[in-house]
């Protein structure tokens, strides 16, 4: 049956391709066009992209230094939105690539793909969505976020609708997030993963702007047949999850929304069934490895041109699980208290003062079945215009963690404390403006050891200046900076100083923007020799013609080591090519 | 008669207990959520030496206790599985010797399972007995091995905070990244492995860590920062590319055009280099990532407003 949807999905995505690729012919004038009485539009981008990346290293088979994109990737996407008179859109959103790069999650190391792993890979994406007036048919890969507890992370291959009669809503989706893999040892090691089948609905009444209530229902269950092997780690699953959301938004800037979760979760599909387990058929049955919990979060603030104000609050149960957010740590509650404010008007009516801060808490292992942990987290960000020279950002950020000792004599308590205070003086006459921004950074991270209760402080100052002139009369961009950069801990202490310099200018009338940079990086660790590094990078953006561009990126990124490692004076050379045509549909 | 058959079965058990010999192996800190005792296979390791010669016919009986004695979970031995012992000896691990669907939890430790499939922290004893099937009569000694419950949370990503907006310049050359350790600590220490991705244009975040191959890939060990010197070109927008010239309002950050968006993570792993996933849904030690980004607006434009929406730009 899945398979069959998958192959009627894939049959519809090809026609609708087919019957786009007649229609883009008719469409390369500017002007929509008009056929048997319908207005079509057609607007969007398709596009073809080609990176190649480089690595030397010196000496030869020194592996000191790990490349970190794939040798050779090209790169599809095909994205235009046809409107066929006013109620009816195709929008597409196809976006793929030839290389599979996974390191994390299901597809991590695979390197040979089936076809049906290539269509649901995270890293392709095969979509269509077409809507007449409030229906719309969901085909092929989605991300679809129903709520914040329900599902909104995950891609998800298949079929489903969205319909929207007046104020009413009913959604419904299902499809695969991941294709059966097999463990393979490698190299490189393929984790392996079941196929995994979500189903998702949504009922509800919502009137856009102005508010929401809806029922959410998210199921997903891994197929247990899908594969010949995989680690012991990894268990076949079976999740569900209901929630009820509501939302509202009033006049005055006032809004509100909360959201209660329960979800039911299998960790283990392959253990018994068990009665004594919470179940909820026919959608999920109990096993001795199911466990259930709740969540809730709620938000509450009001929103105004130069006034803000919010507070959030989430809680996620120890065993709260669900298959749409699959990374979503449990057991915790967070709340935060959020605001902006504009102050001190000038003469022309525009505030000079913008404040930004946030102040709140996480609590961790609310479920107590182990120690609890506390984290503050509070910042601020002060921006203020004093006049049409100066300005000035001040920031401070703090972060603490606590947690008990238990077993240990010493409890964990880490403090994190960052400052930064950036003046700015700005001057201009008929043919320039000059910016010159002087930033300073002091950052402190405060460790305690829980056996011994010593405090290692790591302290991090950091010193920047630049300088960006900007020619009113010429169509050139250049910017200089220079930073410092300490690092000390005991018995260890690391200099950076950056020197820096880019230019970005236009040509061929505006048609080409160029860019151009040029960085090198002194880095000294203790007494040891120091190290150099030169990054060069220059693009070009040139629109063609009024519907192509094409864009070229070249870096390269030399580095040398002194003698802090062995082999003494190791360096590497990496170099990362990029060029693209984009086309753009429509006007 | 009754009074004969009893003292035989009893002169039989105890015969067979002093030709049965049992060692029961225990982590002294298993995880605290039961199904993963299966997985670690060094969780409980109970070998049988049967030395009688015979093909024996016996039951595991289990009962766990808290350190100050109260009963957690003792075997259904009505539902337990009959475990054939040959000359050769039987090794078994937890899915045999706490079989969940055979264990009968009491009280607040049955809640704390069903709830969140985990042990409360705290000391705890495991004794282990081989029975008879028809009977339950003992058919080994009983061995016991105390353990605790540390119930570890995995590391939390701090620095920089989610979803902050860096400024380019001061991100030029490095990244200060900081986590809150695993809680509470191991006995042996940990190595977190932080993870790097660049959300590239036209992708959600989730998509970047699921299917992009890393920037950086560091592991560390006995501290909870990393300072990152990415060697990255990062540049500003071109000129007439800067955001007051584009149709798109100031406020939004859209990655990939006026932004350099990023997910990171901390992959946890013990000594022995297995994942350190007590609990965590997938089994793999991964944490919950958060996203960060380096704005390529130019000064003092960046910092006219603050941003209102993030913006994925998949389409």
């Known amino acids: ?587 | 008669m009754k009074k004969v058959f009893f003292i035989i079965s009893l002169i039989y058990s105890v015969a067979c207990a002093a030709q049965i010999n049992t060692n029961l192996l225990m982590s002294n800190m298993p995880p605290a959520t039961m199904i993963d005792w299966e997985v670690k296979k060094e969780t409980i390791t109970f070998v049988i030496i049967n030395q009688t010669g015979a093909v024996l016919r016996v039951l595991v009986k289990a009962e766990l206790k808290t350190s100050d004695g109260a009963i957690v979970a003792t075997t259904d031995l009505s539902r337990a599985e009959v475990m054939t012992v040959g000359p050769a000896g039987l090794v078994l691990s937890a899915k045999d010797v706490v079989p969940l669907d055979v264990m009968v939890f009491n009280g607040r430790f049955r809640t704390s399972l069903e709830k969140t499939g985990k042990l409360p922290s705290g000391g705890y004893e495991l004794c282990v007995q081989l029975v008879t099937p028809a009977d339950f009569r003992p058919a080994s000694a009983v061995r016991c091995r105390s353990f605790t419950i540390a119930g570890f949370q995995l590391p939390i990503p701090t620095m920089p905070v989610h979803e902050q907006l860096i400024d380019l310049e001061k991100a030029r050359t490095t990244i200060t990244f900081r986590w809150t350790p695993v809680v509470p600590r191991p006995n042996a220490p940990v190595r977190y492995r932080l993870i790097v991705f660049e959300i590239l244009e036209k992708q959600t975040p989730m998509q970047a860590l699921r299917s992009n191959q890393p920037l950086l890939t560091t592991d560390i060990v006995g501290t909870t920062q990393y300072i990152w010197q990415h060697q990255l070109p990062f540049g500003f927008l071109p000129v007439h590319e800067n955001i007051n010239e584009s149709s798109v309002d100031s406020t939004y950050i859209i990655n990939g055009r006026n932004a350099y968006g990023f997910i990171w993570t901390l992959q946890t792993f013990d000594q022995l280099g297995r994942p350190f996933g007590d609990g965590n849904i997938n089994g793999d030690g991964v944490s919950e990532p958060n996203i960060f980004f380096i704005d390529r607006r130019r000064e003092p434009l960046n910092r006219t407003k603050t941003p209102a929406r993030i913006i994925y730009n998949i389409q």
Do not use: C
Not at chain 1, 89 to 107: V, W
Not at chain 1, 355 to 374: D, E, I, L, W
Not at chain 1, 504 to 523: E, F
């Open chain 1, 1 to 587: 049956m899945r398979g069959l949807l998958i192959k009627l999905t894939s049959i519809l995505l090809v026609g609708s391709f087919a019957i786009l690729l007649s229609k883009v012919e008719a469409q390369v004038t500017p002007v929509a066009g008009k056929r048997n009485g319908y207005r079509i539009n057609t607007s969007g981008t398709m596009g073809v992209s080609y990176e190649h990346y480089g690595l030397i290293t010196n000496p030869d088979g020194w592996s000191g230094f790990t490349p970190r994109k794939p040798w050779n990737q090209v790169r599809f996407n095909f994205s235009p939105r046809m409107q066929f008179g006013e109620n009816f859109s195709l929008p597409f959103n196809i976006n793929f690539a030839t290389t599979p790069t996974s390191s994390l999650g299901p597809y991590s190391g695979i390197r040979k793909q089936s076809f049906g792993q290539f269509i649901t890979n995270p890293m392709n994406s095969f979509g269509l969505n077409p809507k007449y007036k409030w229906a719309e048919l969901q085909l092929g890969t989605q991300y679809l976020n129903y709520s914040d507890l329900s599902t909104g992370d995950i891609g998800v291959f298949g079929g489903g609708f969205d319909l929207r009669p007046g104020t009413f809503l009913f959604k419904f989706f299902t499809g695969l997030s991941q294709q059966g893999i097999n463990f393979f040892t490698g190299p490189p090691q393929t984790n392996g993963a079941y196929q995994r089948n979500h189903w998702m609905a949504s009922v509800g009444k919502a009137k856009e702007g102005k508010y929401e209530l809806a029922l959410n229902f998210v199921k997903g269950r891994d197929d247990i047949n899908s594969v010949d092997s995989v680690p012991a780690n990894i268990k076949p699953q079976e999740g569900f999850t209901m929630s009820i959301v509501g939302k509202g938004y009033f006049n005055d800037g006032w809004y509100f929304s909360a959201e209660g979760a329960r979800s039911i979760y299998t960790k283990d599909l392959l253990l018994p069934k068990d009665s004594s387990r919470v179940s909820f058929k026919p959608f999920i049955e109990g096993r001795t490895s199911t466990v259930r919990d709740y969540a809730a979060d709620a938000s509450i603030g009001k929103k105004s041109r130069n006034f803000d104000i919010g507070a959030k609050l989430k809680f996620i149960g120890a065993g709260f699980q669900t298959p749409g957010y699959p990374f979503m740590m449990p057991d915790r509650l967070d709340y935060t208290l959020n605001t902006r404010f504009n102050a001190w008007k000038d003469s022309t009516g525009n505030y000079k003062m913008n404040v930004v801060a946030s102040v709140g808490q996480r609590v961790n292992n609310v479920s107590k079945t182990t120690q609890r942990a506390k984290q503050f987290i509070g910042n601020i960000n002060w921006f203020t215009q004093f006049d049409e020279h100066w300005n000035l950002n001040v920031s401070f950020n703090n972060f603490g963690f606590q947690a008990p000792g238990g077993l240990n004599p010493f409890g964990i308590k880490n403090v994190s404390n960052d400052f930064g205070i950036s003046p700015s003086y700005t001057w201009n006459n008929e043919k320039m403006v000059h910016l010159f921004t002087l930033t300073y950074n002091y950052s402190n991270y405060d460790e305690r050891d829980v056996i011994t209760g010593n405090i290692t402080s790591n302290n991090t100052h950091m010193a920047l200046l630049s300088y960006i002139p900007t020619f009113l009369l010429k169509e050139i961009a250049p910017d200089f900076s220079i930073m410092y950069f300490l690092n000390k801990l005991p018995a260890f202490r690391m200099t950076l100083i950056t020197l820096s310099s880019g230019l970005s200018w236009s040509a061929l009338k505006k048609k080409m923007n160029l860019r151009g940079q040029l960085q090198y990086t002194y880095s000294k660790t203790n007494a040891f020799k120091n190290n150099n590094n030169l990054i060069v990078s220059a693009s070009s953006d040139w629109r063609i013609s009024e519907r192509v561009t094409w864009n070229v990126f070249l870096s390269s990124n030399y580095f040398r080591y002194g003698n802090e490692i062995i082999p003494n004076n190791a360096n590497y050379l990496e170099s990362n090519v990029r060029t693209g045509l984009q086309y753009r549909f429509g006007n």
